[in-house]
């Protein structure tokens, strides 16, 4: 391993930065240098004692060996110093984050790059913890780590409210699916019927006595029985329930394109069913996404795909329309919407889209 550079921020985070002042007296002169390095030095140790008051802080060197922790580290971590150090971060390792998401943060830090993001760690108790994390690589001169500086905020209560929020959304999107379900069952099943029978007793009516006047009520009856009908498959296509996400699309689709001139090329390798929860939620973002590409995309075509990963269904829905920039994406509830539902069935939703460049959405639910 390369020597750091600047030994003295090695020792400023690693031991007590009043000894080092004293020491300075004994090496060196007084001069106009040790004034202004005294001032700097001061001015560091200001500046880590508002750090320690204020975050939990752990200096590794490049393998990721804890060299120092302050106190705030101790104190939410419930280890000693003593326990802490010479050890590395496996120790407080919740198991929570995947391979790919701890092979990321390696990844990018041992490139130079700082790294951000929100990690649950697991104290000495058992219980855990959520922390914000940043984390700073210090280079030497041949570009290579020689110490990572992290900086923690601990965000437990955060999370633990926004898993609140999360599953009364949840909630909240399950009783409005129900209630769709209802009222489109109500409207095809009961005012649907009924219209149906009006129709019969009318036919029965201009069989015995032809009559024009009840020809335009019958047509009249009949349209409203096409509307009744659109409404209730727009609140909830009984076809999702009974025969599962893939053929709701592939109607849905042909509606869709029926209905904005729009063609959509479908492609599927999905050939089962899986939670119903989760068949809505594939349904709800694809319904939404389509109705985005209609109102904004300005395309002739589009492209949905589904699929089956085994472990995952991958959802794809692209079009090669005007696209749109992270400061004009808008304000509306849409995209919070398909989001949530994603969240919802523990599922994951990204957007990528640029002017003039098309939007691409992709959905990404575990089965």
């Not at 999107?173 to 009924?194: A, V, W």
């Not at 939620?281 to 109102?295: D, F, G, M, S």
């Not at 991958?314 to 004009?328: A, E, L, P």
Request: glycine share 6%.
């Amino acid at each position: 391993m390369n020597e750091p550079s600047n030994p003295l921020l090695q020792h400023a985070f690693g031991e007590s930065t009043d000894k080092l002042l004293n020491d300075l007296e004994i090496y060196i002169p007084e001069s106009p240098f040790l004034h202004a390095l005294r001032n700097s030095l001061h001015q560091l140790s200001n500046l880590k004692f508002a750090l320690d008051t204020s975050s939990i802080v752990a200096l590794t060197d490049h393998r990721g060996i804890i060299q120092y922790v302050n106190d705030k580290f101790c104190e939410i971590s419930q280890y000693s110093r003593e326990e802490l150090i010479g050890q590395d971060h496996r120790l407080i390792n919740s198991g929570y984050h995947t391979p790919a998401f701890m092979k990321n943060l390696w990844t990018t830090i041992r490139s130079g790059e700082v790294w951000q993001g929100e990690i649950r760690n697991r104290a000495k108790d058992n219980s855990y913890y959520w922390v914000n994390t940043t984390i700073v690589p210090f280079m030497d001169e041949e570009g290579k780590p020689y110490q990572y500086l992290a900086i923690r905020n601990e965000v437990t209560k955060l999370k633990r409210v926004e898993a609140e929020l999360q599953s009364m959304m949840t909630q909240v999107m399950q009783i409005q699916e129900e209630e769709r379900k209802r009222f489109s069952r109500e409207l095809h099943d009961g005012i649907g019927q009924s219209l149906f029978s009006l129709i019969i007793q009318l036919d029965s009516q201009l069989a015995e006595q032809p009559s024009a006047t009840l020809e335009n009520l019958r047509s009249q009856v009949t349209d409203i029985i096409k509307d009744v009908r659109g409404l209730a498959w727009e609140l909830r296509p009984s076809v999702l329930d009974d025969l599962g996400v893939v053929p709701a699309i592939r109607t849905y689709i042909e509606n869709f394109c029926s209905h904005y001139g729009i063609e959509v090329h479908f492609q599927c390798n999905l050939r089962k069913r899986v939670d119903i929860r989760k068949e809505i939620a594939i349904y709800r973002i694809v319904q939404e996404a389509l109705t985005n590409v209609a109102k904004y995309a300005d395309v002739a075509e589009a492209y949905v795909d589904v699929e089956d990963q085994n472990e995952m269904i991958q959802v794809t829905i692209r079009d090669k329309g005007i696209g749109f920039s992270g400061k004009s994406q808008g304000e509306g509830v849409g995209l919070f919407s398909m989001e949530e539902r994603a969240r919802g069935v523990g599922g994951f939703m990204s957007i990528t889209s640029a002017p003039d460049e098309g939007t691409s959405i992709q959905l990404t639910i575990p089965v």
